[in-house]
């Protein structure tokens, strides 16, 4: 039987990711801030027939992540795969933001990473095997306003599992170590995230369903890639960065704010789950139900990245070159 830990698995990805390796009869180690959700994901995954052991964890916690990664082998044996998915951050300008806050974010979702991984590695590296996968972002690639303790975060976590690449790769080990970088994606953390913009936040459209990015995570622990980019969005903004990183600081400075809120008011004190679980129950999916879109061309992307690059690269390049030669006119 696998054993599949996952993390951040109360709600939003990581519910999505233990819901799907539990209905391929995985077991599954749930690792989440709230007992509550943690209960309710393990029920659904019980109903599968599988064992499912949830772990109250905060995973910007060393000593509780190892606790919990101890209980996982003891409890359902060996780890095949972890899948590190916790985050918390914030939304609101920099200027904003306390130290913190700021830090809490980037504990829970770099370091909790990290974290995560090493305690995967230490139990994975005698065994010389296993899969480690790591969630990455579109926004890990070209950054946005308004979430710039996120966006750091998962800067960080693309150098941490680059770095930690190489040293498989030295070490001719068999533990296969990889990132999915998601799109916007309608999870209910635009609810729980605290928030300084007046205004309740929304994924930067077109927004994915939890379940899309869940069929990502299963190629990745199948397939052996370096990176998963799920969706189109995810690949127009990483390689449109690597072509014109100047231009779209100067139309995110413009678009940014707007495409990342609703006309929802929210009070400028509200709490949101920074420093504490969210309240009440909480499945994968958040409110944007209606415009989210339940299928994406991921495992295409996936199959023949280095064709779509090159071909994105041409055509990317011939826009830009009409873009500028259109703002020169203007002058």
């Known amino acids: 039987m696998t054993v599949v830990v996952v993390t951040g698995a109360g709600a939003g ?22 007992r509550e959700r943690l209960d309710v994901a393990a029920a659904a995954a ?33 780890i095949d795969i972890w899948v590190n998915d916790a985050m918390a951050t914030i939304f609101a300008p920099v200027h904003q933001i306390t130290p913190a806050e700021f830090r809490r974010a980037t504990e829970v979702t770099y370091l909790g990473t990290v974290y995560g991984t090493m ?53 001719r080990s068999r533990i296969h ?21 007046g205004r309740l936040p929304q994924p930067v459209p077109p927004a994915f369903q939890p379940e899309v990015i869940a069929r990502a995570v ?28 100047g231009l779209i600081d100067h139309y995110l400075a413009r678009t940014g704010y707007r495409s990342q809120t609703t006309d ?22 958040g409110r944007f139900d209606a415009i989210a879109k339940s299928h994406s061309s991921e495992l295409w992307t996936s199959r023949h990245a280095q064709a779509l690059a090159i071909g ?7 826009g830009l070159r009409a873009l500028l030669g259109r703002a020169l006119l203007r002058r």
Not at 141 to 160: D, M, N, T
Request: glycine share 6%; aromatic share 6%; charged share 20%.
């Open 177 to 197: 170590l990889t990132m999915v970088h998601l799109p916007a994606v309608n999870t209910p953390q635009f609810d729980w995230a605290r928030n300084r913009l």
């Open 218 to 245: 299963r190629f990745a622990a199948r397939h052996r890639r370096r990176e998963v980019w799920v969706g189109w969005p995810t690949v127009k903004a990483i390689l449109a960065n690597k072509i014109a990183p």
């Open 312 to 318: 994105a690269l041409v055509i990317g390049a011939a």
């Open 13 to 34: 990805v990581g519910r999505a990711v233990a819901d799907m390796f539990a209905a391929e009869g995985c077991d599954v180690a749930l690792l989440a801030r709230s």
């Open 264 to 285: 929802t008011p929210v009070p400028p004190d509200f709490p949101g789950n920074l420093f504490a679980p969210g309240e009440g129950h909480a499945g994968a999916h």
């Open 119 to 171: 305690a995967a590695l230490r139990r994975m590296r005698p065994r010389n095997r296993g899969t480690i996968i790591n969630i990455g972002s579109a926004l890990s690639y070209r950054a946005i306003p308004l979430q710039s303790a996120y966006c750091g975060a998962k800067y960080a976590i693309r150098g941490f599992t680059d770095s930690l690449r190489c040293e498989l790769l030295h070490d």
């Open 46 to 78: 019980r109903r599968h027939s599988v064992r499912a052991l949830p772990l109250p964890t905060d995973m910007a916690d060393p000593d509780a992540v190892e606790a919990a990664t101890e209980a996982t082998e003891r409890e359902l044996g060996p």
